[in-house]
Nanobody, 124 residues
């Protein structure tokens, strides 16, 4: 199973970016997919997660109202629309796949598969 994240780049504060994560390879099921980020010198932190069936989502307080997670089941793809970006959003963003849990998780170690990151840099 491979998770490929893309869409990162350099953007000015107040701007927008949309990240994409596509799952490929053989897998049994997806319960949820999440986004995490790691800023320079900081620990990795939870950003958002979406259930693969239904409409459940969960966001970190720091991104509520600015970021939106969505999915396209037929394409095994999850998106993260990031608006009103701030300098503190600068980080490497990672996507992750939860194949088994019934509840949405905020912990990196709970996810079964994790992708390589994509760098988002927000400039003043």
């Amino acid at each position: 199973v491979q998770l490929q994240a893309s869409g990162g780049g350099l953007v000015q504060a107040g701007g927008s970016l949309r990240l994409t994560c596509t799952v490929s390879g053989p897998f049994f099921r997806i319960s949820a997919m999440g986004w995490f980020r790691q800023a320079p010198g900081k620990e990795r932190e939870f950003v958002a997660v979406i259930s693969w069936n239904g409409d459940s989502t969960l966001y970190a307080d720091s991104v509520k109202g600015r970021f939106t997670i969505s999915r396209e089941n037929a394409e095994n793809t999850v998106y993260l629309q990031m608006n009103s970006l701030k300098n503190e959003d600068t980080a490497v963003y990672y996507c992750a796949l939860d194949a088994s849990r019934l509840q949405l998780g905020e912990e990196w170690f709970l996810y079964d598969y994790r992708g390589q990151g994509t760098l988002v840099t927000v400039s003043s």
